[in-house]
């Protein structure tokens, strides 16, 4: 069974840092690009940042490009999200989603709420 | 590439078809998915690739369109059906979700 689980958010000051990871098993993580969405309370889906199957290809969205950084360690089944200089705006719940083979996200964790605020 | 989903909100009935739309600012060719989420749960991929039924969702879901124009449809409205339902965009990077369509009861 393919399970992604989050881990890593929690309440910090604008201008911290916080490290999410997303633990994965019940495939093999390796062949597969990875991507990390966010939902703001109350609103829609953002995506945040994707990653290719060897780390090769790394894309980010506008909002977060230069602040955040997405990486992956295949020994370890495991995708990350270190995000720095964090805002208000940052405050969301952050879900890690496989990309299928045919290139669509078809498996979600649950997701970790990352709180930001002073 | 910006999606426009309509309507924003839905009421509709047990039984009823239901029709929500997507445009895209662009041309998407037909790389466009949607997912139905229910409230304090992760989006649930419904429809690839514009038209393809993901393995395991229902027939009453379809999805429709290629360009910039994409249609999901439900042929008969079940309880379980009641969430927000987003397209997504995968042309181009970034990425871009619609803004989502809430599908409440009537």
């Known amino acids: 069974e393919v399970q992604l689980v989050e881990s890593g958010g929690g309440l910090v000051q604008p201008g911290g840092s916080l490290g999410l990871s997303c633990a994965a098993s019940?495939?093999?993580?390796?062949?597969?690009?990875m991507n990390w969405v966010r939902q703001a309370p109350g609103k829609g889906l953002e995506w945040v940042s994707y990653?290719?199957?060897?780390?090769?290809?790394?894309s980010y969205a506008d909002s977060v490009k230069g602040r955040f950084t997405i990486s992956r360690d295949n020994a370890k089944n495991s995708l990350y999200l270190q995000m720095n200089s964090l805002r208000a705006e940052d405050t969301a719940v952050y879900y890690c989603?496989?990309?299928?083979?045919?290139?669509?996200?078809?498996?979600w964790g649950q997701g970790t709420l990352v709180t930001v605020s002073s | 590439i910006q999606l426009t989903q309509s309507p924003s909100f839905l009421s509709a009935s047990v039984g009823d078809r239901v029709t929500i739309t997507c445009r895209a600012s662009?041309?998407?060719?037909?790389?466009l998915a949607w997912y139905q989420q229910k409230p304090g749960t992760a989006p649930k991929l419904l429809i690839y690739?514009?038209?393809t039924l993901q393995s395991g969702v229902p027939s009453r879901f379809s999805g429709s369109g290629s360009g910039t124009e994409f249609t999901l449809t439900i042929s008969s409205l079940q309880p379980e059906d009641f969430a927000t339902y987003y397209c997504?965009?995968?042309?181009?990077?970034?990425?871009?979700f619609g803004g989502g369509t809430k599908v409440e009861i009537k």
């Open positions: 989603a496989r990309v299928s083979s045919r290139g669509y996200p078809d498996y």
């Open positions: 019940g495939f093999t993580f390796s062949s597969y690009s």
């Open positions: 990653i290719s199957s060897s780390s090769s290809t790394i």
């Open positions: 662009q041309g998407i060719s037909s790389y």
């Open positions: 690739a514009a038209s």
């Open positions: 997504q965009q995968l042309n181009s990077y970034p990425l871009t």
